[in-house]
Structures are given as C-alpha cells and as structure tokens.
DNA sequence: CCGGGCCTGCGG
DNA sequence: CCGCAGGCCCGG
C-alpha cells in the first residue's frame, strides 16, 4: 500500500532514470479501463513528448510532459511502476510505456484500483482530484499545521488519514505517527494539548522522512521501479507488530479497527484521551 | 462518521 | 469459503 515516502521513492528514481526520455506509446493490456483521459486529449498525444520531470503531489506520480501535457498515476493498493514485468505477473500488466530509446515503463496491478490519467496541466486539479488535496506535509510550517488541527473535532488516525486535510498519509504512517506522538489512534483531537499538537506534527515530519529514507515499507506489495524492496518495515514500531513487545514500554502492542483499518497501538504509551 | 463498492490473493 | 488487506469514492 504506498503512501507519500513510497511514492516519493517511486518518484526519486523516476526522476534519476526517466527524465528527458521521449515517448514512443502508451498501450493498455487486459482489458485496463482505469483510464481517465480528459476531453480533447488522447493516449495518443504523448507519443512524441519529451518528460520534462517527474513530480510527486500526495500520494500521484505527476508526470510532466511537453506541451503541457501531464500523465498522472495513483497506485491506490498494489499498483507498481517498474522497468521489467515479473515472470508470473504478466496477466497483471495494465498499462506500458515505451520510450523512443527502446526502453519501457510498466504499470502493473494485482488488482484493479490502480489509475492513470492524461490531461493538460490546467485540467490536473480536477480530473484526477489532486485539486482536493490538502498540503504537502513537508511544505507545512508548525503554525500552519496547528491551524489546522487545533479546534479540529475527530479522531487523531482518522484526522492523519484524511487527504483533504494533509496530503499522502495512509494506515501504516498514521500508526507509527499516533505512536511517536504518544496518543491513541482514537483519541479526540478537541482534548489535546498545544504541547501535544506540537508533537504530533514533529511526528508526522519524522515518520514521513525515516519512510523516504529507507525507501518505503514492503510488507506487501511494494517495490520500486527496479523491483527492489523498501526497507523500512524493519523500522515500525507499531504497524504490524500485534502480539509483540513494544519497544519502549514493553507491553504487549494491541490491534484493533479504527476508521474501517486495522490499527496497531500499544496502550501504555498511547492512553486514550 | 460509518459502511459498501471497486478487485484479487491469501490465510485461517 | 469467508474474512482480511486498505487506496479512494460515494451515499446515508
């Protein structure tokens, strides 16, 4: 399930291995229909263009192309982006793109959540709904954020995972962000304190920054784009670990539901509020 | 704020 | 065979 430092890995070696590269064609397989494309543009408007840069907003890959074109990806569950499709999992290749020096970029997706859309810059905030977006976490000052939460009602994880509000958290950061911050995933945002607001958003800033650092979690689906696993799932201190000690208190870390997602937490270190 | 839908694979 | 995995959207 990639979430902002996944993407942002995607992003970064894109970036290094893609740009100034000129598309040949995009061709979709098997019956891939997750495809918007705007009116009066076409799959076929990108043969030719030249990728400028690559972008990351949230959780989409924006790829800005000449002409003011854009190709933007979002993987949702298990979409990938890689130089080479597997053996075995040809049948969940969706989409190719190919380049004019011979080498081609695949999108692949176990299921079919995953989508692409093609569209001028102009038309990007509201056909793929990055529009709806809230702020980039790394773009976010303490004072913004604190506009932003404080006086807020809700529940801390269900707040974290709402992207018109902060762009790019998902289930397994905002985990480990309840967790650094010390605060239950169900615990009320009305009941916090300034220090504790404070907390939560150095939380947010770290938990983002060590995920890029370690080039994204890989506990299911995720690879990058040379199918190399992230490393950061030997890192989590709550995510995934039900049953085992936490590593500060030594209690046993809990799982439960909250907001319809499995939700790792130790119940020492995070009271309830 | 919750739950269902979109999908498929996997584990109990 | 059923429930879970959890990205986002939508309707209630």
New binding site residues.
């Given amino acids: ?3 902002l430092p996944e993407v942002e890995t995607i992003v970064r070696e894109l970036r290094l291995d893609c740009s100034g590269k000129t598309i040949n064609r995009i061709v979709a397989y098997n019956g891939f229909d ?1 495809c918007a494309v705007s009116s009066g543009c076409d799959f076929a408007d990108l043969e030719g263009r030249k990728i400028l840069d690559i972008q990351r907003r ?2 989409f890959i924006v790829l800005v192309l000449e002409n003011n074109l854009r190709l933007v990806i ?1 993987l ?2 298990t979409g990938r982006v890689m130089w080479e499709t597997p053996n075995g999992r040809e ?2 290749l969706r989409a190719s793109i190919s380049f004019t020096d011979g080498s081609v970029l695949y999108f692949s997706d ?4 995953g989508k692409l859309w093609v569209c001028s810059v102009d038309d990007v905030p509201q056909v793929t ?1 990055i529009g ?1 977006l809230g702020p980039e976490p790394f773009e976010l000052s303490l004072e913004r954020f604190r506009a932003l939460f404080i006086n807020r ?3 801390l994880k ?2 974290l ?1 709402r ?1 018109d509000i902060v762009a790019g958290i ?3 950061y ?1 985990d480990e962000i309840c967790f650094r911050s010390g605060i239950h995933p169900s615990g009320r945002l009305e009941k916090l304190k300034t220090a504790e607001i404070n907390r939560v958003y150095e939380s947010l800033i770290y938990c983002l920054e060590e995920g890029i650092k370690h080039c994204g979690v890989s506990v ?1 689906d995720f690879v990058g784009t040379k199918g190399d696993l992230g490393k950061h799932q030997n890192y989590l201190k709550v ?2 670990r039900v049953g085992d000690k936490c590593y500060s208190c030594k209690n046993i870390i809990q ?1 439960t ?6 939700t790792y937490y130790c119940g020492e270190c995070q009271k309830l509020k």
């Fill in positions: 399930m990639p979430e997750n949230g959780k979002h949702r569950m049948k969940y176990v299921r079919k959540f709904g709806k009602k809700g529940g269900n707040v995972l992207q998902g289930n397994i905002a299911s995510y995934g799982k539901r909250v907001a319809g997602r499995g």
